[in-house]
């Protein structure tokens, strides 16, 4: 008879299909009294928390007189499915006030609740946790031990727990690798070539780790690399990957190759499409963007906030100003989607852009939703290439109410100051961020030769062919002189002599490492080059005028877009 009835209950606990149906599981073996052994209370308890009703699971749980770790477990994880985080750590610490040691299941939970709140302060003390039990070589919990510490950005002590792991498997590889894209993508896949040497094969959720990666580094020769590791071993292209290596080529400064993946692929859904669009706008291509995204319409695919954010963007960087507020003002009429912050960004971008300072301001002014950093950038990013100094002030102020310990804000004031020749304010600013101990962002200059990716910095002279590349800029600069350019000494924001200004304009990393191209990519080759700040106006002139003087094809990546240089015209038209 109790075998009967026991199957009877866990069959049903299997059929259950909702809450209701657990509930009157619930009622039939309180019933038959099967709730006073815990092997069937804890099934009960983790068919509630299977369907995330943890009211339930609680109200059984606090009533239970015998718990073994599974049932803490259960509540532990529980909680932190259903993002209950303060409920979760409190169940945690209830766990240890009881004396019961932590498993390989109930920590794992706690370190990932810790991940995603970036709750560093408790993920160190459950580290300390984990060592007092003598778990930390436990591969489920220390594998979450290096996700949480680098999520938290402290990718080194995440890579020396990853280094002492006993054995790794496939998920911890894809999460170190992840780690490293999210701050170093060059070591990401790094330790991708390293993950095959060791003889593990990557699946579908790696391959999309190392996408991303590439995409974040912009090396074409990589994303090739990986393309055909994807075509060798047949990963399918689905969504996911598919659309990862959309974007992958799209920052890699190939959109034709972003455009080949989307043809490609016989499943696409929202994300896709975005990511196309998007690819588009990065390239300066505004009218293909909305080529796309009416064809998207056509095939039936509802835009949301992702579509019109890339939609808003391309056409803010292609000067499509009408037609941007022509789908800003169609987001919530037609297809029912609400403008958020970002989309008011793009919006106010486009207008300033275009000189429509006016109507920008009041476009903010009319928000209902909160104002954030980005949008106040942009105000004074328009502001900056129009001169209104009034405006960018007051702008400023509201940025740096928000954010007061990002060195960028300070540096993009000082700038427009120094362009207005107001060098007593750029030294208050300067001042200012001595007295905070911040710095400015470093500017560096990135390019590809023979499968090689240097880095560049103003000055830089730390290339074993320094000497020559020197000689090749300035030779070149005398051609481009003969040529008609003249250094525009207004992107120099320090108060010094003409010469001085000139001296320090020739070196910017975006010329040295356009000249080291010309030395050491063969002709016919784009140069290919990604800068980490915005590329500033004279080497803007300066790019375009060696794609004319040189014959030479100049793919540039910047902080915002791509330039495409081709015989003495950008793709931007000059508008970026």
């Known amino acids: ?69 599974t049932t803490w477990s259960l509540m532990v994880g529980g909680f932190a ?37 970036k709750d560093l302060r408790t993920g160190q ?8 039990y003598g778990l930390q070589m436990d591969h489920f919990v220390c594998a979450s031990l290096v996700d949480m510490y680098a999520k938290c950005m402290l990718i080194e002590d995440a890579q020396r727990l990853f280094d002492g792991m006993p054995s790794k498997d496939l998920v911890t590889w894809t999460v170190m690798i992840g780690a490293y894209a999210d701050c170093n993508a060059y070591e990401s896949l790094v330790l991708f070539d390293r993950m095959r040497e060791e003889g593990l094969v990557p699946d579908k959720v790696a391959m999309v780790t190392v996408v991303n990666a590439c995409a974040k580094l912009g090396a074409m020769h990589r994303a090739r690399s990986v393309n055909e590791y994807i075509v060798r071993n047949s990963f399918p292209l689905d969504v996911f990957l598919g659309t990862a290596m959309i974007d992958m080529y799209a920052k890699c400064g190939s959109v034709e190759c972003a455009r080949e993946v989307f043809d490609r692929m016989k499943e696409k859904n929202v994300i896709s499409w975005s990511a196309m669009i998007a690819a588009y706008g ?46 800003f003002n169609s987001m919530w009429e037609e297809h029912a989607v609400r403008p958020d912050v970002k989309h008011y960004t793009c919006m106010v971008d486009l207008l300033g852009r275009a ?20 949008l106040w950038s942009a105000l004074i990013g328009a502001c900056r290439i129009h001169g209104n100094m009034e405006l960018a002030e007051e702008a400023a102020n509201s940025l740096l109410e928000l954010q007061p310990q990002n060195p960028g804000h300070y540096v993009l004031l000082s700038n427009i100051y120094a362009k207005a020749g107001k060098w007593e304010k750029v030294a208050k600013f300067r001042d ?57 000494t207004d992107f120099v924001l320090h108060d010094v002599e003409e010469e001085v200004k000139q001296e320090m304009l020739y070196t910017h990393s975006e010329k040295l490492a356009i000249a080291f191209g010309l030395i050491a990519i063969p002709e016919g080759d784009p140069i290919r080059i990604s800068k980490n700040l915005r590329v500033c106006g004279d080497c803007h002139t300066f790019s375009k005028m060696v794609s004319a003087v040189m014959r030479r094809s100049i793919i540039v990546r910047d902080a915002n877009r791509f330039h495409h240089f081709n015989e003495g015209t950008c793709s931007c038209g000059d508008y970026w």
């Not at 993002?83 to 019961?100: I, K, M, P, S």
């Not at 949301?304 to 890339?310: L, Q």
């Not at 830089?460 to 090749?472: G, L, T, V």
């Open 125 to 132: 003390a459950i580290h300390g946790a984990v060592l007092k």
């Open 282 to 327: 990065y390239h300066g291509k505004g009218k293909e963007a909305i080529d796309l995204f009416n064809m998207m319409l056509s095939c039936s695919i509802f835009p949301n906030r992702v579509t019109f954010v890339s939609l808003l963007y391309a056409c803010s960087h292609s000067g499509l100003i009408e037609e941007g507020l022509r789908f």
């Open 81 to 117: 499915k259903i993002g209950d985080y303060g409920n979760c750590y409190a169940t945690f610490r209830e766990v240890l006030r009881c004396g019961v040691s932590p498993d390989n299941y109930t920590l794992p939970f706690v370190i990932r609740t810790c991940r995603d709140r």
């Open 1 to 69: 008879m109790y075998s009967v009835v026991a199957e009877s209950c866990i069959d049903m606990l299997y059929r259950c299909r909702n809450v209701v149906h657990i509930k009157q599981v619930h009622a039939h073996m309180i019933a038959n009294g099967k709730l006073q052994d815990l092997v069937f209370a804890n099934k009960l308890l983790y068919t509630y928390v299977q369907h995330k009703a943890m009211d339930d699971a609680y109200y059984l749980f606090d009533g239970m007189t015998m718990r073994d770790p």
């Open 355 to 374: 000189g429509r300072l006016d109507e920008a301001v009041k476009l903010i002014e009319a928000m209902a939703v909160e104002k954030d950093e980005r």
């Open 432 to 488: 200012m961020m001595t007295r905070r101990k911040l710095k400015k962002v470093p500017g560096w200059t990135w390019i590809e030769v023979d499968n090689e990716t240097y880095q560049f910095s103003v000055g830089d002279r730390s290339h074993p062919r320094s000497k020559e590349i020197y000689e090749m800029l300035m030779s070149l600069i005398k051609k481009l002189e003969v040529a008609g350019y003249v250094p525009d």
